[in-house]
């Protein structure tokens, strides 16, 4: 079997984004939620206009991670925008990481990871931020690995529900990824 391709996603790849998004979404998380809710979380964050103008936006990238020409998993990255005294615009935030549940823990998470922080830093050092859930022990553990530490919380909404979120940062110039 052929080594899986991560590339840039481009606007011919809105309606795989979208799909990939909203399944990755619900594999991880759709327990947690009424049904109702999910519906209209997963139809604003993930729906196809939402990822054709995160597509459009200039200053955000995505990219996906296809295994014989079938999208697996995908990233979103571009200013911060997580609620923070510290964090601007002009920090970098990994907004979305994601793989489906069987091409998990194959190493493919660090590649994409790393093609993200590149990007992310391409115009030089700065600051990234993400948010990870709370109960989400792995994440947390690669994040910190990779230089991330936890600077404050915050509260997550999809629909009546309002998961508390970690807002995680890495200083500017600790690029290794």
């Known amino acids: 079997m052929p080594e899986p391709v991560i590339r840039r996603a481009g606007p011919a790849d809105a309606e795989t984004l979208s799909a990939l998004g909203a399944r990755t979404f619900t594999e991880t998380f759709a327990h947690l939620y009424d049904p109702e809710d999910l519906k209209g979380f997963l139809e604003e964050a993930y729906g196809p206009e939402r990822t054709r103008a995160d597509l459009a936006d200039p200053a955000k990238a995505s990219w996906l991670v296809e295994a014989d020409g079938v999208a697996i998993g995908y990233a979103l990255a571009g200013p911060c925008g997580l609620p923070h005294d510290e964090a601007t615009p002009a920090c970098g935030e990994l907004k979305r990481i994601y793989f489906l549940k069987g091409h998990q823990g194959g190493g493919l998470g660090r590649r994409l990871f790393a093609e993200v922080m590149d990007w992310l830093q391409s115009d030089g050092p700065r600051a990234v931020w993400i948010g ?9 553990r690669f994040y910190e690995r990779h230089g991330f530490e936890k600077v404050g919380e915050y509260g997550f909404p999809v629909g009546r529900t309002v998961d508390r979120e970690f807002i995680l940062r890495r200083p500017a110039g600790s690029f290794a990824a």
């Not at 990870?132 to 947390?140: D, K, L, P, R, T």
């Open 132 to 140: 990870v859930w709370s109960e989400n022990f792995g994440a947390q």
